[in-house]
Every structure is written in structure tokens, then in C-alpha cells.
């Protein structure tokens, strides 16, 4: 039984609508986290999970210790009583109170002897040892964001939610700590939603991977799987996946009058075109079964790996821009012909050949798999 | 003065210590006490109830609490006398009502008392806590409270536990303005016959004519600020507080209608008690006893206010501007002071401040005139200390924290990078001062210039100690009728104060959507705070 899981759940702010329809599943243990362009609805999402913001429609399911409780628009359940713990972006430590009693703030109905033991185990947990008596100004940012930890794990609870938690990290110290932390929640067992729109830390940090635009979930599934297959251009496009190549469908009668290679899915013939045209030639079909795509605005994604120089041939793209980076000189190419519907302007690949900007050259691109999407 | 008064030989200082002094500060003690206590039971349950539950009425509520501001402590006590005393219609309608007799038959509230002079004052001081709490409560940390939600409690005990906490500074300074504002109030004392440390310099001064002995008591009622500032600097000092933004979604106590009914009520009786009752009755009086002859004697002193607080608005806003270009250009460590040093004559009550003027201008004055002698001149008179001159300098000194926060916090806003693009532009520093900051200056100091403006127009203790033979202002005038127990031959003089009073609290209100230029009170609030204070991160 998975842990949470939200139906069709919808918001509305100000008749806004913020979140539309939005299913998820979360099993025990798991660690999902949550992706999207800033404004998507991903933080407005974990504040309806938490209670701060009540939906419109849809219901959340909470499953903690075989005790199945539902919230919908018509019963709520207040965010005290929903045993959800929340690491908050900018951390909200109490800034009147020491480390020790941010700590022990929502286990302060236990008793003195409980509280203490449990302090103390945080403290070792979270190597904070030493500043339990300090205030949270005069911590440093990762010794903060560990008080923030221990404060959401003190009352035990059943979900954390974290808002953008590495956000305010130093870059060189940020993947140590991700590494740390998702150790931590792994042995204490802890299901965890955390929001990002650094896909890296999804990566390094997440079991699970929801891809989230404009209020809905687009995908979700384990990290590589969604990046070997996204189901739609955004959100192959946020994941930074490739550049887009623009295609055209050809027809039957058009591949055999201009000669090209049919693919060789013959039982597949009437129903699936099979070879596209492209600023860079055509691109072949080499897909076990491909889908039926139809619209104006195809696009293929490429990636860098997948454009290769050609010494001879036509040429069929220019030089924009050069960097130096250490898999060697990373090129920008835009095509020769720009008025064209098939024009493209962003395609990049690596090369440890010097090239001169400005520069004509030819390139073939070799895409596999074949990702084609309509971008309309 | 200080100097006048350690050398002081008067023999009435040491009667004074023997006689009543002892009971003076007591009074001091005992109402300053009250007044803050009940400042802060008004203020924080208010700006508690209008912020953080869905009370009716919130809206309107919302801005009427800080009316009262505008109105003079001394008119209220004035026209709540009239109401609640012996002769009253209040206890008139009671006796009739329930056929007592005599004073024996019942026991009424004293107004003219120690606690009815604490009462009449909180009630037009507590907006300063009410304002000043709802900002912080405003400006509160959403993640905090939802961080205490999420931890366990419910939105009653957020408040008591996070929210009141939380707000622990705006209290402090809050409370600190209140203790400076009642320390500093001569009018509202004087009329209840309670005898505090003001109502003892001026009667000192004017009545036994000993400007020595006034001196020395001027100096003790100093040595009672200081503390106070003392100790609000250390308070604060201890503290840090969490830079935070402001955040709409408020989550919000819901309360039953029965309590929704009874909040209601209680803030509405803090704007009624506060502002509306007395300003209606002011009305009243206005319409019953007005004649033109009135008007015509008003004018006159109309005209001595306006005039007055012409000068002094325009020279404070002036050295502000200076002040604070200072500050901000000047690449010396002690930069800051000057600023907070002009600042610091808000702390000092207007009759310390006159007590102060007369004893550095009064020598001055004779030594001009010793050396006109001496130049077989004709005497030029008290030009300094006998004319409007040592009162527009007295009130400039008071006013100046005003104008220097209302002009600073305006210049805080100008981006630090606006400094350096004109240079790099090839413009020197004094094209760009005139192109570039004050342009961008403009609404700042037209509010500062304003709020002075009207602070001065309000200002009675220092103008009635330090005002030339036969000068009146709006104030000076309605107080003598006050004293007199004619108010109503002045109603029209006391309409017009609290109508300028109004003014910068509508200002204000209006310009209170724009976050970081928050309110009069806190411009001062920040004069005071100029101090570096932890920063987090």
C-alpha cells in the first residue's frame, strides 16, 4: 500500500489554477523528487500536502501505521495533525531559541527524559554535538540546514517534505551533503517529496522523479528511465536532454521519387512513416515500433554524442560558437539555410578538431533512439 | 544645563528634594508603568486580533486603531472629564437612574487621578504598539509559523508561542516610544493635578521663577531617559532578528461568532474611546459654541503655528538631507554618528529641552547685550533666547529624528550601485546628487518635511516654556483654555490640531503599501535602532 497518494488532486488560488489534476504515488521509503520551471506549482504542491493550502477537488491519501486517513475539499485535516515534517528553503529555525530547543519544539509534549534522549541522539545523528546551545544566527548555512533536519525528524514523522533544500548550499559542499542526507532518510527509513529545478540533485538524491509544468505532472518514474524515454518534449526539454533538430514527415510517394531508404518495417508500412527529412538529410526510422506522430512542428532530439564530423560531403552547417571545456572543443551549430522551416539553431556536439567560427561544415547525425516529438 | 545645574545654588532644589521630589518620581514611576503596561495590553491585542484572525470588520478596524494618534492627550483628558466627572453627564444619568444622592452612595472612577491620567494617555499612545506590532506580525516569517504548525501546534498556541515571541522586538521599541512620549507629556499631568517630574519644571521654572532648580530637575527626568534608551539598546542588542519577507497567505485564527462579535468590540472600543468619542465631542462643541470672534483670535495663533512650523520643518528636513548625504558618502568609520546623535533628541522631553535652551542661550544673550553696553549700543534684548529663534532650534532638536529616519530610510532604498554609475557615466558627484538621489529623494522628504510639520504644529510643552512675550500657537492657546476650563471657546483650535495630526497618519497609511518605508513611528523606531544591530548570515 503505497504511503500517500493524491487523486486527481486540484487547486485554485484566486482563480488560478495552480494545480490540475494531479495523481501521485509515493510507496514507503522512497524518496521522490519533485522537478519543473520555477512557477510550475511544485512548491504550491508540497504546501497542499502539508495543509497550508487546502485543494479545490481530489483527495490526499495518507497511510501511516495501517491508519488510512483522506483528505478532500470537504474534510480537511489541520497540518498539526497530519504528521507530515517540513524542511523549508530558507530552514524557518526558530531565531529566539537555541539549536536544542528548535530541536525538542515539536516533541514537547513528551516527557523531559524522552525529549533529552531524543535530542541527543539527533545531535550525534547530525553531528551537532557541540552547538546545541548556539542560536541559528550563529551557525553556517550547512550547519543550519542540519539543525532544520533534526527539528523535522524529532517528532518521528511519517513524510518529509523538503522545499528546495540544497538551494542555499555552497555548490562544492552541496553533493557531500546530499549524499549524507539521503543516507540518513535511507536508514531511518523516512518517505521523503523534496522540489528542486536542479535536475543533478534528482539524480544524485532521488529514487523517483516527477516531472512537473504549468500545474501538472508530466512524468514520473526512476530518474534514468524518464531520460531514456521521456513521454513529451517539455519534458525532455527541462531535463536538459539534447537540442532540438526540426523534421518533416515524408511521405510514401516522396520517399521512393527522391530514392531514400525505406526502413525495413514492412508490416508497419501503412500505418507509421518511416523516414523524416531535416536541414541535415534525411534521418532514418530505426525504431522495433515506432509511434504514429502527426503535426507540423516535429523535432528530434539530439544529443551532442550523436553529431559526428564528416571530412567529405556537402556542407550542411555552420560554426556560432566556441568553448573549451575539458571533454575538448564544444561547438555550436546553426544550420546553413535559416529561413527554413528546418532550420535549426542549437545544436552543439564535442570535438578535439580545432574549428574556425564562422566555419562551414558537414556533420551527420546519428540519433538512437530515435526521439521524435510534436512541440505544438 | 547640566553645568547650570550641578552649579546651581538655589536652596529650593535641596527644599524640593526634601519636600516633594521623592513623591514626583513616584508619580513619574507609577505612571510610566501604568502607561506601558496598558499601552501594551491595548496594542498587542489588537494588532494580534486584526492580523491573525478573520475578525469582523477588519478592513475599516484596521486603520481607525491608529487614529487616535492624532489626538492630544490633554484634550481627551479634558473632554473625558467633562463626561465622567461628578458633575458629568455620565454619573448624572446614573444618580437619576438609580435615585443615589451622594457620592457616598456609589463608587465611581476617578478620572482625576494618577490611573485615570495613565488611562487618557494610553489610550492615545497605544497605536504607537498597535502599528508597530502589526508591521512585525506583518512581516513575520510565514515558513516560521508554518515550521511551528507542522511541529505540532495549533494557531492559538502559534501565537503564544512563536508569533508574541517573535515580535519580542517591535514590543521592546514600541514600549521604549510610549515611555519617552509619556515622560515627556506635561499637558494631560498638569490638568489631572497629578504632580510628575514635567509638571515639576515648568512649575519651578515659571512659578518660583528658579531656572537653576528647574534645571536640576530637568537633569534628573534626562537621567531617567537615558536609562530607558540604555536599556532598549541592550535589549535589543541581545537580539537578532530574522530578515523576512512578507508573505500574503496568511493563515489566520478562525474564531466562533461569538468571539468574532466580542474582538470586534473590543478593538472597536479602543477607536471609539480613543478617537471617535472625543472627536465627536469636539465636534459638538464646535457647532454649540462657535462664534467669528473665536475664529478671529484662532487665526492669530493659526498663523503664529503655521509660521513656526514652517522654519522648523524646513530646517530639520534640511539638516537631514545633509545628515544622511553624509552618511551615505562619507567614507570615514564614524559616519554614522552625527546622524545618530541629531537623532537622539526625540528621547528628550520638550520641557528638558527648553529647560536646556534657555540655559545655553540665556548667558549668550546676556553676554550680547554686556558687550553692546560696551560698544555704547542700544541693547539688543533677549535675541536669542526671547524670540522664536531658541524655539524653532529647541524643535528642530526634537524633530530631527524624524525628519533623519523618514529621509534615511528613504535614501536605503536607492540602490548603493546608483552612487557609482554616474561616476562611471563621466558625471561628477554633484550632478548626480541633484540628477539622481534627490529626484529619487523627492517623496521622502516631502514626507519628512510633512511629518515635522505636523509635530510641531502639535508641540506644547517646549513651546509654552520657550514662546516670546505674548506669542501664542494653535496649541499654547487651546492648553490656556483647557486650563481654564473653556475648552469650548477653543474646540475649533483643537479640531485643527487633530485635523493636522490626521494628515501624516493618512500620509502614511497610504504610503504603507510600499514595504520598507514603513510608518512615522517606525522612522523614529529606526532613529533609535541606527545602532548596529547581529545580522544573520
Known amino acids: 500500500m503505497p504511503l500517500i497518494s493524491l487523486n486527481n ?7 488560478n489554477t495552480i494545480l490540475s489534476a494531479i495523481n501521485l504515488t509515493l510507496a514507503a521509503g522512497d524518496i521522490l523528487g519533485l522537478v519543473g520551471p520555477s512557477g510550475c506549482g511544485k512548491t504550491t504542491l508540497l504546501n497542499t500536502i502539508a495543509g497550508f493550502i487546502a485543494q479545490n477537488q481530489g483527495s490526499i491519501q495518507l497511510n501511516h501505521f495501517g491508519e488510512k486517513r483522506t483528505i478532500n475539499a470537504e474534510h480537511g485535516i489541520p497540518p498539526e495533525q497530519r504528521n507530515i515534517g517540513m524542511i523549508f528553503q530558507d530552514y524557518a529555525l526558530f531565531p529566539h531559541l537555541t539549536v536544542a530547543k528548535n530541536i525538542c519544539f515539536g516533541i514537547a509534549k513528551q516527557t523531559n527524559s524522552a525529549q533529552k534522549a531524543q535530542l541527543n541522539t539527533l545531535l550525534k545523528l547530525l553531528k551537532l554535538d557541540d552547538l546545541a546551545d548556539r542560536y ?22 511519517a513524510l518529509l517534505l523538503l522545499d528546495e533544500p540544497f538551494s542555499n548550499i555552497d555548490a562544492r559542499l552541496r553533493n557531500d551533503l546530499m549524499i549524507e542526507l539521503r543516507s540518513l532518510l535511507k536508514t531511518l527509513k523516512i518517505t521523503a517529496i523534496f522540489v528542486t529545478h536542479n535536475k543533478n540533485e534528482v539524480f ?16 514520473t518514474g526512476v530518474p534514468a528511465e524518464v531520460c ?27 520517399l521512393s521519387e527522391e530514392g531514400l531508404v525505406i526502413s525495413d518495417f514492412s508490416e508497419h508500412r501503412q500505418t507509421t512513416v518511416s523516414s523524416y527529412h531535416s536541414a541535415l538529410g534525411p534521418i532514418k526510422n530505426t525504431l522495433t515500433s515506432p509511434k504514429v506522430l502527426s503535426g507540423n512542428k516535429l523535432v528530434l532530439l539530439v544529443k551532442p554524442q550523436h553529431i559526428s564530423l564528416r571530412s567529405q560531403g556537402e556542407k550542411n552547417a555552420r560554426v556560432e560558437h566556441v568553448a573549451i571545456t575539458e571533454q575538448g572543443y564544444h561547438y555550436q551549430l546553426s544550420s546553413l539555410e535559416t529561413k527554413n522551416e528546418l532550420a535549426f539553431s542549437t545544436l552543439s556536439f564535442y570535438s578535439d578538431e580545432l574549428l574556425s567560427l564562422g566555419e562551414n561544415i558537414s556533420i551527420t547525425v546519428e540519433p538512437t533512439p530515435l526521439l521524435i516529438f510534436n512541440q505544438e | 544645563m547640566l553645568i547650570s545645574a550641578l552649579t546651581s545654588t538655589s536652596d529650593l532644589f535641596l527644599h524640593l528634594w526634601q519636600s516633594v521630589l521623592p513623591h514626583y518620581l513616584l508619580n513619574t514611576v507609577l505612571l510610566a508603568v501604568y502607561v506601558v503596561s496598558l499601552t501594551l495590553v491595548f496594542g498587542v491585542i489588537s494588532a494580534g486580533l486584526i492580523v491573525h484572525t478573520n475578525i469582523m470588520g477588519k478592513k ?16 481627551v483628558a479634558y473632554l473625558y472629564t467633562d463626561l465622567f466627572d461628578y458633575a458629568g453627564p455620565v454619573q448624572r444619568a446614573l444618580r437619576s437612574m438609580f435615585n443615589w444622592q451622594s457620592p457616598q452612595d456609589y463608587w465611581f472612577f476617578d478620572i482625576r487621578s494618577l490611573f485615570g491620567a495613565a488611562c487618557v494617555i494610553s489610550l492615545v499612545l497605544f497605536p504607537y504598539v498597535y502599528l508597530l506590532t502589526r508591521t512585525a506580525f506583518e512581516q513575520q516569517n510565514q515558513n516560521l509559523l508554518r515550521a511551528g504548525r507542522l511541529l505540532g501546534l ?6 503564544i508561542k512563536l508569533i508574541l515571541p517573535l515580535a519580542r522586538p517591535a514590543l521592546g521599541i514600541s514600549a521604549s516610544l510610549v515611555l519617552m512620549e509619556t515622560l515627556a507629556d506635561f499637558a494631560t499631568v498638569q490638568y489631572f493635578a497629578v504632580n510628575t517630574l514635567t509638571t515639576a519644571i515648568y512649575d519651578t521654572w515659571l512659578g518660583y521663577g528658579d531656572l537653576p532648580s528647574a534645571n536640576a530637575l530637568a537633569s534628573v527626568l534626562m537621567l531617567f531617559i537615558f536609562a530607558v534608551v540604555f536599556v532598549e539598546q541592550k535589549a535589543r542588542a541581545a537580539q537578532s532578528q530574522q530578515k523576512s519577507m512578507i508573505n500574503n497567505q496568511q493563515q489566520v485564527i478562525i474564531l466562533s461568532a461569538g468571539q468574532q462579535f466580542s474582538a470586534s468590540c473590543c478593538c472597536w472600543f479602543l477607536a471609539i474611546a480613543g478617537f471617535l468619542l472625543p472627536f465627536s465631542l469636539l465636534l459638538v462643541m464646535v457647532f454649540e459654541y462657535s462664534t467669528s470672534a473665536q475664529f478671529f483670535s484662532l487665526l492669530d495663533s493659526a498663523l503664529n503655528s503655521l509660521e513656526l512650523a514652517l522654519y522648523v520643518a524646513t530646517i530639520a528636513v534640511l539638516i537631514a538631507l545633509v545628515l544622511v548625504l553624509f552618511q551615505r558618502l562619507s567614507r570615514d568609520i564614524s559616519k554614522n554618528l552625527p546622524i545618530q546623535i541629531s537623532s537622539f533628541g526625540y528621547a528628550i522631553p520638550g520641557t528638558v529641552l527648553a529647560m536646556a535652551m534657555l540655559a545655553t ?27 522664536i529663534f531658541a524655539l524653532a532650534i529647541a524643535l528642530v532638536t526634537r524633530f530631527a529624528a524624524i525628519a533623519n529616519g523618514a529621509v534615511s530610510s528613504g535614501m536605503k532604498q536607492i540602490p548603493a550601485n546608483l552612487d557609482l554609475a554616474p561616476a562611471s557615466l563621466g558625471v561628477n558627484l554633484k550632478t548626480s546628487l541633484a540628477k539622481v538621489h534627490l529626484p529619487l529623494l523627492k517623496s521622502s522628504i516631502l514626507g519628512a518635511w510633512l511629518l515635522v510639520f505636523v509635530e510641531t504644529m502639535k508641540e506644547l510643552p517646549a513651546v509654552l516654556l520657550l514662546r516670546p512675550f505674548n506669542f501664542e500657537t494653535l496649541s499654547t492657546q487651546v492648553y490656556q483654555l483647557i486650563s481654564d476650563e473653556m475648552l469650548e471657546q477653543g474646540a475649533l483650535g483643537a479640531i485643527l490640531i487633530v ?39
Open chain 2, 154 to 159: 495549533s494557531p492559538k498556541q502559534n501565537f
Open chain 2, 499 to 537: 485635523l493636522f495630526g490626521l494628515f501624516p497618519i493618512i500620509w502614511l497609511n497610504s504610503s504603507n503599501a510600499k514595504t520598507d518605508k514603513t510608518t512615522h513611528t517606525s522612522s523614529i523606531a529606526n532613529a533609535f535602532s541606527s545602532k548596529k544591530r547581529p545580522q544573520r548570515n
Open chain 1, 9 to 15: 488532486l486540484s487547486v485554485t488560488l484566486q482563480k
Open chain 2, 60 to 75: 475599516i478596524l484596521r486603520w481607525l486603531l491608529i487614529l487616535p494618534l492624532a489626538m492630544p492627550a490633554y484634550i
Open chain 1, 228 to 254: 531514456q524515454q521521456p513521454n513529451c518534449w517539455q519534458v525532455a526539454d527541462f531535463l536538459q536532454l539534447g537540442a532540438w533538430l526540426p523534421i518533416t514527415a515524408l511521405s510514401e510517394e516522396a
Open chain 1, 136 to 157: 541559528p544566527h550563529q551557525l553556517s548555512g550547512g550547519q543550519q540546514q542540519r539543525v532544520a533536519i533534526a527539528r523535522a525528524l524529532a517528532p518521528k514523522p
Open chain 2, 361 to 387: 542661550f540665556g548667558p549668550v544673550d546676556h553676554s550680547i547685550n554686556d558687550i553692546a553696553i560696551y560698544l555704547q549700543l542700544p541693547e539688543p534684548g533677549l535675541i536669542l533666547s526671547g524670540t
Open chain 1, 204 to 219: 544524485s538524491f532521488g529514487d523517483k522523479i516527477a516531472v512537473m509544468a504549468e500545474g501538472k505532472i508530466l512524468q
